[in-house]
């Protein structure tokens, strides 16, 4: 779920800024990520992106998602390889998983030190309490979350 769910996003904003160039990839993010996340969650699944600095507020982490990211950060440090970092847990009867999402080159343009004026301030627009820039390749720049929604046991 959580890798076609990932696999599609990707193609999804690379193809909108082959298309579109990088203001239309950044429409496609916020358009499609959340359409794109409730195509691979099901009746009983759900899933999305969330992040300790999240550029949309709609992507804020709850209280177990913010600790668990922020182990994330610590066994980061501890030197895990963070491509495989990830943790699932039992909360209150729900099954729930997250799996860190390291930044790529590829994320660089709008999540790195250097983005361009024009993208930054199509950012700005759309995104007033945008936390998410200056991260470096290799970063744990959020992570994907799972949630067993099906009524509790
Ligand atoms: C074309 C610009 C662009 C590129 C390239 C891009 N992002 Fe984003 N990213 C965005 C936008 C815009 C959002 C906010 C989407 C929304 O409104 O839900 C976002 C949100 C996210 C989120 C959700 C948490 C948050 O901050 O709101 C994660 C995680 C994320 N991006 C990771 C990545 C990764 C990893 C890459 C590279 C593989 C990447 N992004 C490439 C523009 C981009």
Redesign the pocket.
């Known amino acids: 779920m959580i890798p076609a769910f990932a696999q599609q996003l990707?193609d999804t904003?690379q193809k909108?800024?082959e298309d579109g160039g990088?203001i239309a990839?950044?429409d496609?993010?916020?358009d499609l990520?959340?359409n794109i996340a409730k195509q691979h969650s099901t009746s009983d699944w759900s899933l999305g992106?969330?992040?300790l600095?999240?550029?949309?507020d709609?992507?804020a982490p709850d209280e177990w998602e913010r600790g668990v990211l922020q182990q994330f950060a610590e066994r980061a440090a501890k030197g895990e390889d963070v491509k495989t970092i990830s943790y699932a847990e039992t909360v209150n009867g729900q099954f729930r998983l997250m799996k860190a999402?390291?930044?790529?080159e590829?994320?660089l343009?709008?999540?790195g030190n250097a983005i361009k004026p024009e993208?930054a301030a199509a950012?700005d627009a759309?995104?007033p309490n945008d936390?998410?820039r200056g991260y470096s390749v290799g970063d744990i720049?959020?992570?994907f979350t799972l949630r067993h929604t099906a009524a509790k046991q």
């Not at 999402?101 to 790529?104: E, F, R, V, Y």
């Open positions: 990707m904003v909108a800024k990088p990839a950044i496609a993010c916020q990520a959340p992106r969330t992040s600095k999240t550029r949309s709609d992507n999402i390291p930044l790529q590829g994320c343009g709008c999540h993208i950012l759309k995104y936390q998410a720049r959020g992570a």
